[in-house]
């Protein structure tokens, strides 16, 4: 919450820059520290916020014992999503207690004198909702291959990927069970899986799908490139899913729920799913997978849309106007 050393380093290196502005960009578990020293020299500063973590100390607003968001500050704590110590439980009451204070005090106060960015409009909402403080929204940019995405060849593409991995709050239960009912079809489509998760957890399936099970995938390019449809079913609100982006940068469709900055990347209602409804999820992929010539349109559109929107180019641009306003 509070580091004194970090404290000290950071008050050194002011005194010898003298910079005219500083840029705080996601700075997590020492924030605080950061930005008492910002806020007590009075240095004009701009603050991007990536996730929670400035209202959540987990950074997820998911309870992962109870499989739910979470619009508790101190929730997180009461519920153990974080063990603050095993031997010394007392300890958990004072944490809480310190923990509340400072996000419910300190760090409004903090960031009232800052600039605040949010990488998402989903982000600014919340965090406002908190905080009470309203922040410009700039999405993150990223560098994309300029893509030949000739029609014949999308369609002659064999992908269905998940690159979410184990993690529950992303939503592996339902690719689990997403294959075992696409494994229960007489028609299995000529389709091959990528999942990034535990190779046992579809054993089962090997010898009657073409399926690809994997920790982790090196060559993650030839994965989206080889993919006409990547799963995001994420059950906790990612502010900025880059998964999704990079997928449709990549010529891929992104079938997700209608939570976090999922709709406003993937801007489709034929592709986004009411929150916890998971029956209707399967359904969609189904739909999708059965029928992808039905999209060969609109996929060169979307590739457009999401180059232009999320662009290291377009990002530069607009924080280089923000540093201007913020210092002149």
């Known amino acids: 919450l509070s580091n004194v050393f970090i404290e000290r380093r950071l008050n050194k290196i ?3 820059e003298k910079p005219d502005l500083i840029h705080i960009n996601n700075v997590a578990g020492f924030g605080l520290s950061v930005l008492k020293v910002v806020y007590r020299e009075s240095y004009p500063a701009i603050y991007t916020l990536h996730d ?3 209202f959540c100390p987990n950074t997820l607003l998911f309870n992962a014992e ?8 101190t929730q997180c704590l009461k519920s153990n999503c974080i063990y603050i110590t095993k031997h010394l439980p007392w300890l958990n009451k004072v944490f809480e207690k310190r923990f509340e204070f400072v996000q419910l005090e300190l760090m409004p106060e903090y960031l009232r004198h800052l ?7 989903y982000l600014a ?3 406002k909702k908190f905080t009470g403080i309203d922040a410009e ?3 993150n940019g990223m560098e994309f291959e300029d893509l030949n995405l000739d029609e014949k060849m999308w369609i002659r593409r064999r992908g269905v990927s998940y690159l979410g991995g184990k993690r529950i709050e992303k939503g592996y239960n339902i ?3 997403l294959v075992k009912r696409i494994n229960s079809m007489n028609n299995k489509h000529n389709v091959t899986f990528y999942i990034k998760g535990d190779s046992q957890d579809f054993t089962s399936y090997t010898n009657s799908l073409d399926i690809v099970v994997g920790s982790y995938f090196e060559n993650i390019k030839e994965v989206y490139k080889n993919s006409f449809l990547v799963l995001t079913p994420s059950i906790w609100p990612e502010p900025l899913p880059y998964t999704a982006i990079e997928a449709l940068g990549y010529g891929s469709l992104v079938l997700a729920f209608n939570i976090g900055g999922l709709p406003e990347v993937i801007e489709d209602d034929r592709f986004v799913v009411q929150h916890g409804d998971i029956e209707e999820y399967v359904r969609r992929a189904f739909h999708i997978i059965e ?3 039905e999209y060969v349109d609109v996929v060169a559109i979307r590739v457009k849309r999401v180059h232009e929107k999320f662009s290291l180019k377009n990002m530069v641009k607009r924080y280089v106007e923000l540093y201007e306003r913020v210092t002149q």
């Open 125 to 127: 909402e919340v965090f």
């Open 66 to 73: 109870q499989q739910r968001l979470c619009n508790n500050i």
């Open 291 to 293: 029928s992808k010539e």
């Open 115 to 121: 600039k605040v960015v949010a990488v998402s409009n």
């Open 137 to 139: 929204v700039i999405y």
């Open 14 to 16: 002011l005194s010898t």
């Open 52 to 54: 929670h973590w400035a």
């Open 175 to 177: 690719i689990k069970e």
